[in-house]
Structures are given as C-alpha cells and as structure tokens.
Nanobody
C-alpha cells in the first residue's frame, strides 16, 4: 500500500491559480499511475488528470490547457497546477495511486473558486 498526503487547496477567485500537491510514501516509479479526481457537491466523482510511472499524461477535456499534472520523483510528489480556474472547478480534489489491483485514495483537499 501507499499513504498519500494532499495539500494546496483553498479559496481563489475566478481566473486565479492553485497548485495541489500529493506526497506519496513510496517511489512514484513503483506506482502504475498517479491520478487526480474531484467531486463536487451532489455530483459523481470525476477524473481530472493522470500521470503514469513513465510520465505519460492525460486529462479530462474540461481542464485541457488549464491544468497540468507533474511530478518530482525525488520527493515522491505529484502536483496539479490549476490555472484559469472557474467556479465549476469547485470540488474536493483527491489524489489516487493506481497500484494495479488496488487504488489508494488520499483524504482530499477542498478547492473553491468564487465568481
């Protein structure tokens, strides 16, 4: 298993930026992929971004060009840089570690974008 600790959420105005961090308790190269999901009140959890152990990335279309997933392998940390934030980005953001037969999820961090 792996422990995940997220940070970086907060309140920001429309058009602003935030960077989320997800620190893993083991090497990112030992994890199939790191993912960011989000869940807004009353809505289903939604995939946001993914980075494989090889560094390949993918995004949900609604954040393409605004959000960037990156990593610091020396710190076992994955980031989600969020720019040009919109009120519809408001949600609890979760970091996931895809371990193959198990997906470990972090505790989540709240992101609120005011209009």
């Amino acid at each position: 298993q792996v422990q995940l600790v997220e940070s970086g959420g907060g309140l920001v105005q429309t058009g602003g930026s935030l960077r989320l961090s997800c620190a893993a308790s083991r090497s990112l190269f030992s994890i199939n992929a790191m993912e960011w999901y989000r869940q807004a009140p009353g809505k289903q959890r939604e995939f946001v971004a993914r980075m494989t152990s090889r560094g390949s990335t993918s995004y949900v279309s609604s954040v393409e060009g605004r959000f960037t997933i990156s990593r610091d392998t020396a710190k076992n940390t994955v980031y989600l840089q969020m720019n040009s934030l919109k009120p519809e980005d408001t949600a609890v953001y979760y970091c996931n570690a895809d371990l193959g037969q198990l997906v470990q999820r972090g505790q989540g961090t709240q992101v609120t974008v005011s209009s």
